[in-house]
């Protein structure tokens, strides 16, 4: 049965003045719920797995700011450590012992990369990375993936065009035709269309991209397999492999996918979570490789609040938990279990929707497809049923991130409790979406 809509009235209020302010009322595109029903919602404030919204309303929050926060909403280390951090000023723009703090919490538990650099934003790490690859190899093309994200750097916002292997159209206006040209845009899980791509533009290809696990736009798992022949085409080719970890860095484990699927890359980016709420990327090399950047290199990159103090502060106290003995396994079995449990009601009812899922991220997909790996193998009409699915969950206090092409995520702070009513939730709202 459907229930009332929740009372969105301060959020709307403040809505309409921020429309005022801003293109679209927001900072950042996606929280305009224009895909799902109603106007976005104002958060006040967030205490674990719960946020409450500016009517007070209260929900427990799968979208944990998109991922930055696996330790819940204002946990107490990270708090407490921020609070101790600024009370000696916010900036200096010189360098301080917590950015070797960070780095040797990183460093010393990470066997995929020997030296680091501390960047604001998954986008500028992404970003100073590609420039470091193409300085590196002296080569100008990049290959990436429809379906992937990596920020909204120019060369990067590009989508494939029509073709096995195409230039990339961009995605955005302000983009020059000419940049769009650099990168070249193949679907994911398609070997002959990399080998085709190597063969077209040989000994041009600076660096390949990938989100190992590629969750922005749905969850689109690829097979070891797929992502070893890529390190090995990347290798024989001479060109780098980067792999964008701002998303799976430091979440399905301390050491990312590349240990997931231990796979050495040539580069990796960080973001998200090894900031702890703050702003802050990173991108890690071999020690050879990220001597290329400036001031001992020739490959400039700059930040004026590059490793902040405070910012820095937020990511060593929330790393240091994530090394907590059994950290992850608690984690993950606790996502495992609420998947299963959906998934078996699921069955019975015999709904068309698939969980996927790794480490602690999971997504609804109204399909009966069995997996799904590339872009294309999304339904956009299916949409619709997450646009209800999304409005039904609102209303029963569960708040998931206003798209179907979005993942969840589980934090520690999730209680057994919490999943069990969220369940509940989704049981109603999956009955509402079939209509039963
Ligand atoms: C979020 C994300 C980015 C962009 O990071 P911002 O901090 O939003 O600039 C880049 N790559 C991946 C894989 C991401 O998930």
Redesign the pocket.
Known sequence: MSIPDISRAKSAELYEKAKTYFPGGVNSPVRAFKSVYGTPLFIDKGDGSHIWDADGNEFIDFCCS??PLILGHNHPAVRNKVIEVMQKGMSFGAPTALENELAELILGNNKYIKKIRFVS????A?MSAIRLARGYTKRDKILKFEGC????TDALLVKAGSGLVTFGETSSAGIPKAFADETIVVALNDKDAVLKAFEDFKDQIAVVII?PIP??NGLLLQTQDYLDFLRETCTQNGTMLLF?E??SGFRVGFEGAAAYYNIQPDII?Y??IIGGGLPV?AYGASAEVMDHISPVGSVYQAGTLSGNPVAMAAGIAQLSELLQPGFYEQLHAKTADFVKAIEAFVAERGYELRVFTIGSIFWFAFTDRESISTADDIDPASMLKFKVMHRELINRGIYLGPSGYEVGFISSAHTIADLETTKTAIFDSLDIVFNN
């Open positions: 998109w991922g934003s998954g986008t500028e992404v994200y990596h920020g909204h989100e969750a922005n964008d701002v998303i980016t973001g998200k990327g």
